[in-house]
């Protein structure tokens, strides 16, 4: 059974360009959570989505945006990166409604 | 936004010694206490979890303390072993109806051999 699946692992981008980040959750979760998780902190959390809508939504700027597709899988998008954006990204799903969250391995991105 | 506050930030046991980490939360109104185990390169994995109507959770070395007048809980680790060496975080639900976590800055826990 596999686990929350996350792709690319680890990428570089320039200052103001746009990413897409993309994943895969656990066989059996419909929703998808996005944490941001900067060096040697904990994860915050980004948004999450449920029957291909924002659920709800943390602290982050109109620069990231979200989409969840019928199949579960989910995309995070963020907008004109800035160097501050650098950090790990993680994907983690759930069944709906329970805090019984698992964490993809994450994507690294790096702007520079 | 809620906060957890983790304490300490750095932990360095020997091996077979116990190991103990600190969380404060601000709501009384959680009903979700659980402790994150990550290891480099890797997402953080749900290690041990304790609702608020219980004051202790054992699984295995790992027992979780909750104490509801002080805010506060704890995560023991009993006999700590090189392989418990890990980044830990505990977390509390943020408020709003998707059951959201918000978690604490980590303790990077070292196990001596």
């Known amino acids: 059974d596999a686990g929350v699946t996350q792709s690319p692992t680890h990428l570089i981008k320039t200052r103001g360009q746009q990413v897409t980040l993309r994943c895969s959750p656990k066989?059996?979760?419909?929703?998808v959570s996005w944490y941001q998780q900067a060096l040697g902190q904990g994860p915050q959390f980004i948004f999450q989505?449920?029957?291909?809508?924002?659920?709800q939504r943390g602290n982050f700027p109109d620069r990231f945006s979200g989409h969840q597709f019928p199949n579960y899988s989910s995309e995070l998008n963020v907008n004109a990166l800035l160097l501050g954006d650098s950090a790990l990204y993680l994907c983690a799903s759930s069944p709906q409604g329970n805090y019984g969250y698992t964490f993809g391995s994450g994507t690294r991105l790096t702007v520079v | 936004q809620q906060q957890v506050k983790q304490s300490p930030q750095s932990l360095i046991v020997q091996k077979g010694g116990i190991s103990i980490i600190n969380c404060a939360y601000e709501n009384t109104a959680f009903d979700y206490f659980p402790w994150y185990q990550q290891f480099p390169g890797k997402g953080p994995a749900l290690l041990i979890a304790i609702r608020p109507d219980v004051s202790e959770k054992k699984e295995g070395r790992f027992t979780i303390s909750f104490n509801k007048s002080a805010k506060q809980f704890s995560l023991h680790i009993m006999d700590s072993q090189p392989g418990d060496s890990a980044t830990y975080f505990c977390?509390?639900?943020?408020?709003?109806?998707?059951?959201?976590?918000?978690f604490g800055s980590g303790t990077q826990l070292t196990v001596l051999p």
């Open positions: 066989s059996g979760h419909d929703t």
């Open positions: 989505y449920y029957e291909e809508e924002e659920r």
């Open positions: 977390a509390a639900p943020l408020s709003g109806s998707a059951r959201q976590l918000t």
